[in-house]
């Protein structure tokens, strides 16, 4: 079955080091997008994807950077320069354009990064 | 103010109850999301609906494009329906067209 992969589920890091969270998937979408929830705040974008080779900053960009290489993939980056890296990170996607969002979105299972 | 406000932010209902989640937002829209997101963390898609009403199982959707408010209900709910749920816009308007933007939720706690 089609779907999208996130990978690891949880993860710690120590304060100061990058850490890469990886997002994959197998629907042929061409968009794809990382969001970001913390308690009690609803879901934030932090970049998008209409297709390879090509990103957009979201409304939280800083701190993270990503690449798009595949079409498949999507990795995202913290960096050490986030000054709140802790938090639960959900990748997603869509067939991408101006209606492909008509066909609705699918959403990964997210990572929870810890940051100590 | 946010965009896309739900309400209420927390729920506790006894099994077989209906139960209302509500949802209003204030910029313009291509359509109404409404998502499910379970304990684990995963989130799946309920509904996506951009007038009228839409139903699956015991799950209804509704949406007022001219009021901009939608309404999640459940009927004779049970304790599997715990969970947070999600209210979600896709922008038509700016650079992100197309984007979504996500209510807070509601948890929603359903006691045997």
């Known amino acids: 079955d089609g779907g999208i992969t996130q990978s690891p589920k949880y993860l710690f890091r120590k304060e100061g080091q990058n850490v890469t969270l990886s997002c994959e998937q197998n629907l042929n979408h061409d968009a794809m997008y990382w969001y970001r929830q913390d308690p009690g705040q609803g879901l934030r974008l932090i970049y998008y994807s209409q297709i390879v080779n090509d990103f957009q900053k979201g409304d939280i960009a800083e701190g993270y950077s990503v690449s798009r290489e595949k079409k498949e993939s999507f990795p995202l980056t913290v960096t050490s320069a986030q000054k709140n890296p802790t938090a639960f990170y959900l990748c997603?996607?869509?067939?991408?354009?101006?209606?492909?969002?008509?066909?609705?979105?699918?959403f990964g299972s997210g990572t929870r990064l810890t940051v100590v | 103010k946010n965009e896309v406000e739900q309400s209420p932010q927390n729920l506790t209902a006894q099994e077989g109850e209906f139960i209302t989640i509500n949802c209003s937002y204030s910029?313009?829209?291509?359509?109404l999301h409404w998502l499910q997101q379970h304990p684990g963390g995963g989130i799946v898609s309920l509904f996506m609906?951009?007038?009228g009403k839409k139903k699956h199982g015991r799950l209804i959707a509704t949406i007022n494009i001219q009021e901009k408010h939608s309404s999640l209900h459940i009927t004779a709910s049970h304790p599997r329906d715990s969970a947070v749920y999600i209210c979600?816009?896709?922008?038509?308007?700016?650079?992100?067209?197309?984007?979504?933007?996500f209510g807070k939720g509601t948890k929603l706690s359903v006691k045997p």
């Open positions: 910029v313009g829209i291509s359509a």
């Open positions: 997603a996607s869509s067939r991408g354009g101006k209606t492909g969002w008509y066909y609705g979105y699918t």
């Open positions: 609906l951009s007038s």
């Open positions: 979600a816009a896709t922008r038509n308007y700016g650079g992100s067209q197309g984007n979504l933007i």
